[in-house]
């Protein structure tokens, strides 16, 4: 009866983090270049249960017992499938048709500066001609930092990322890919970091002017999820009312009669 007790927790706390990973995705639902992100659940016999190789079972793993001791959350996964374009027909507004994302050279609070990845291309130009993210953070090109006349009236740049400023080729948009997205990290709703063994590939995609990447999010599909862990919940929260009340029973009543 305990254990009930405490598969119904499991079943609450696996369904709480669902909530909140399904919550924050309908929050980014409008977010450009937002990726949408998925929670996996694991049973706890699978995890916990399982009589190691030992020579009583000719050192051969063993399942004990048949009884599940409830869910264990696995892990939260983002995925990376490519969102909707929209077109805008601003000059740099870019999206990434394809795998890949744009280099983005961040500068933290104490002026320590790295290269985070994004595929929010919502790009503008500064005063001074840089071409900066809603944050400020400056573009990355083949040559650095991209910088551009701001008083040029026509910047075209092409599916590869060429930048022509009155027909000349001044700098191409650093798109880069990586070979195991495992050591791609999140940082808030759509910037990526690396940790050590990421490896960078040539990335396949074409650079779209005038246009942005939509979120990946299912709105649909997020709310119908929403509802089936409103009521797994709800049940969870049942079940450990209702062996709640045998215990109370078990404890006050029937042991009252036996004394």
Known sequence: MLRGLYT????????????DVVSHNLANADTLGYKA??????????????????????????????MSLGVKVGETFTD???????????????????????AIKYTNSEGDESVRYTRDGSFQLTKDGYLVDTEGNRVQGENGNIQIDPSSTNVAI?????????????????????????????????????????????????????????????VVSEMVDMITITRAYDTNQRVMKSI???????VNQVGRLGS
């Open 8 to 19: 119904g927790w499991t079943g609450m706390v696996n369904e709480q983090k669902r909530l």
């Open 37 to 66: 992100e998925s929670v996996s659940s694991q049973a706890f016999d699978k995890m916990l249960t399982i009589k190691i190789r030992d020579g009583s079972q000719a050192y051969h793993n063993q399942a004990i017992g048949k």
């Open 80 to 102: 990376y499938s490519q969102g909707s374009l929209r077109e805008t027909g601003n000059t740099f507004d870019l999206a990434l048709s394809g795998k890949g994302f744009f």
């Open 158 to 218: 092409g599916r590869d990322g060429s930048i022509f400023v009155d027909n000349e080729n001044v700098d191409t948009i650093k798109v880069v890919d990586f070979e195991d997205y495992d050591y791609v990290v999140k940082l808030g709703d759509n910037m990526y970091t690396v940790v050590d063994g990421a490896k960078e590939t040539e990335a396949a995609t074409d650079v779209l002017q005038g246009y942005t990447e939509q979120s990946n999010v299912n």
């Open 244 to 250: 709640d009340s045998m215990l109370d029973k078990a």
